[in-house]
């Protein structure tokens, strides 16, 4: 078997085995995919307008025409070199085009770019199973790769970032590569003339309307605000995030709140905890989040941290019921805060 464990593809697609010369690269993370996908071909193809080096079928098209990939694939190169067959993976069944591909020789690098394939689906498990191909698949970016990849965009475009501007600008982008490359280089221009990419650009700079839907949803259930909190989960939903994000997200919320109220207990203001958290917190959100501290002590927030748990687990063993379990759990927390708040 023949597949490429997500933190190795990297390695394997620069020290790609010319023995291996069908490459599938796959997954949920379109972006990704894509630009893994271009960064081989572009590896193997100087030039990638050149009609005789590199050939783009679409899968659909060889799908009614299996002949038509073994043709391509036979085909000599007129100036000689690598010839390299890009293929989109659509709707239809590509594998009966594949198989005499990967049963003959073959002196073309087939590349096949698909979108999230399961485990046993009959492309990935074909790829998987030949000794001659490879399949890797592309997953959401970590926040460590995506610090590496603002770092190392920033770096290009001559500019350090801010540890707090590189945490904040990690929390606001991710699930698609090409979207998040996206935003790094439209921050990256915004900051061109400075030297240093500041937490205030990326404010000011990054959007992202799921990221900032979560925020809400946290927001008001900590503030104890519980028809403030549903519609902003609804507003959420409609940005299509997920039930585990928002889940995720309130978690994370509580596991910092938790850490302002020990502080608190300890003597500190809210208004000195706030000011001093890290990364620091945007003027906007201050106001709910002083009414969540006066709201929920210690002890309240790590019963409300245990119940967003055992709500996450619940969610992931219960897809279909995730966006009701997350309702509940959204609600539950900010009832609680409600009910402790000083009037």
Same mark, same amino acid.
């Given at each position: 078997?023949? @597949?490429?464990?997500?933190?190795?593809?990297?390695?394997? %697609?620069?020290?790609?085995?010319?023995?291996?010369?069908? $490459?599938?690269?796959?997954?949920? /993370?379109?972006?990704?995919?894509?630009?893994?996908?271009?960064?081989?071909?572009?590896?193997?193809?100087?030039?990638?307008?050149?009609?005789?080096?590199? $050939?783009?079928?679409?899968?659909?098209?060889?799908?009614?025409?299996?002949?038509? #990939?073994?043709?391509?694939?036979?085909?000599?190169?007129?100036?000689?070199?690598?010839?390299?067959?890009?293929?989109?993976?659509?709707?239809?069944?590509?594998?009966?085009?594949?198989?005499?591909?990967?049963?003959?020789?073959?002196?073309?690098?087939?590349?096949?770019? @698909?979108?999230?394939?399961?485990?046993?689906?009959?492309?990935? @498990?074909?790829?998987?199973?030949?000794?001659?191909?490879?399949?890797?698949?592309?997953?959401?970016?970590?926040?460590?790769?995506?610090?590496?990849?603002?770092?190392?965009?920033?770096?290009?475009?001559?500019?350090?970032?801010?540890?707090?501007?590189?945490?904040?600008?990690?929390?606001?982008?991710?699930?698609?590569?090409?979207?998040?490359?996206?935003?790094?280089?439209?921050?990256?221009?915004?900051?061109?003339?400075?030297?240093? $990419?500041?937490?205030?650009?990326?404010?000011?700079?990054?959007?992202?309307?799921? @990221?900032?839907?979560?925020? /809400?949803?946290? /927001?008001?259930?900590?503030?104890?605000?519980?028809?403030?909190?549903?519609?902003? %989960?609804?507003?959420?939903?409609?940005?299509?995030?997920?039930?585990?994000?928002?889940?995720?997200?309130?978690?994370?919320?509580?596991?910092?709140?938790?850490?302002?109220?020990?502080?608190?207990? !300890?003597?500190?203001?809210?208004?000195?905890?706030?000011?001093?958290?890290?990364?620091?917190?945007?003027?906007?959100?201050?106001?709910?989040?002083?009414?969540?501290?006066?709201?929920?002590?210690?002890?309240?927030?790590?019963?409300?941290?245990?119940?967003?748990?055992?709500?996450? #687990?619940?969610?992931?063993?219960?897809?279909?019921?995730?966006?009701?379990?997350?309702?509940?759990?959204?609600?539950?927390?900010?009832?609680? !805060?409600?009910?402790?708040?000083?009037?």
């Amino acid at each position: 078997m023949v @597949a490429v464990r997500p933190g190795d593809a990297e390695a394997a %697609l620069a020290r790609r085995d010319p023995s291996r010369n069908v $490459v599938l690269i796959f997954g949920p /993370d379109t972006g990704l995919v894509h630009e893994r996908a271009e960064g081989l071909v572009r590896r193997a193809v100087p030039d990638a307008h050149d009609p005789f080096a590199l $050939v783009r079928l679409d899968g659909d098209d060889i799908a009614a025409d299996p002949r038509r #990939l073994i043709d391509e694939t036979s085909t000599i190169g007129l100036f000689g070199g690598e010839r390299v067959v890009w293929v989109r993976a659509g709707s239809k069944n590509i594998v009966p085009a594949l198989q005499p591909v990967l049963a003959g020789r073959c002196d073309a690098l087939v590349v096949v770019e @698909a979108g999230d394939l399961k485990k046993g689906a009959p492309l990935r @498990a074909l790829c998987e199973g030949a000794p001659n191909a490879l399949a890797i698949a592309c997953y959401a970016d970590s926040e460590r790769d995506l610090a590496r990849l603002a770092d190392t965009m920033m770096a290009e475009a001559g500019l350090a970032i801010d540890r707090d501007a590189r945490e904040l600008l990690v929390s606001l982008i991710g699930g698609d590569r090409m979207a998040s490359r996206g935003e790094i280089a439209k921050l990256a221009l915004y900051a061109r003339g400075q030297q240093k $990419v500041t937490l205030e650009d990326v404010r000011t700079i990054v959007g992202d309307a799921s @990221a900032l839907a979560l925020d /809400d949803v946290v /927001d008001c259930a900590l503030a104890g605000e519980p028809k403030a909190a549903a519609a902003a %989960l609804a507003k959420a939903y409609g940005a299509a995030t997920r039930p585990d994000a928002v889940l995720g997200a309130l978690l994370r919320g509580l596991t910092a709140l938790h850490q302002m109220a020990l502080a608190v207990a !300890a003597g500190s203001s809210p208004d000195h905890v706030i000011g001093n958290a890290r990364p620091q917190v945007h003027f906007s959100r201050k106001p709910k989040l002083e009414k969540a501290l006066r709201a929920l002590d210690p002890d309240l927030c790590l019963k409300a941290m245990l119940a967003v748990d055992d709500a996450i #687990l619940a969610a992931r063993r219960n897809a279909p019921l995730a966006p009701a379990i997350c309702e509940r759990a959204v609600l539950l927390v900010a009832q609680q !805060a409600g009910r402790r708040r000083p009037a």
